[in-house]
């Protein structure tokens, strides 16, 4: 049984760092691309970042405040988050899918999510 376990959300000020932590299990995790998604209260789920072999990010400006990266050794895969704002404010949910993607569909296994909400 697969399992994706979020951690690491919590209500910050703006301007707080996080990072956030997804441990899995029950998959060859080194097989599998790794990606972090949020969903904002009455919003879509979006893409924030992804990791297999190197990092991609929804928007190259997201690079100057979040940072993916995995431990392959611990099967966990992290989301360090920096100079938060309150539209960062949303749940945030790993995924784990067997090919690079964007999008909701391309990912086959998630977490339950993990709050962050920023206060201005």
């Known amino acids: 049984q697969v399992q994706l376990v979020e951690s690491g959300g919590r209500m910050v000020q703006t301007g707080d760092s996080l990072r956030l932590s997804c441990a899995a299990s029950g998959l060859p995790f080194i097989n599998y691309n790794m990606a972090w998604f949020r969903q904002a209260p009455g919003k879509e789920r979006t893409f924030v970042a992804s990791?297999?072999?190197?990092?991609?990010y929804a928007e190259e400006s997201m690079k100057e405040r979040f940072a993916i990266s995995r431990d392959n050794t611990k099967n966990t895969v992290y989301l360090q988050m920096n100079s938060l704002q309150p539209e960062d404010t949303a749940v945030y949910y790993c995924a784990a899918g067997a090919h690079l993607g964007r999008t909701v569909p391309d990912y086959t296994y998630w977490g339950q999510g993990t709050q962050v909400t920023v206060s201005s």
């Open positions: 990791f297999r072999w190197s990092a991609y």
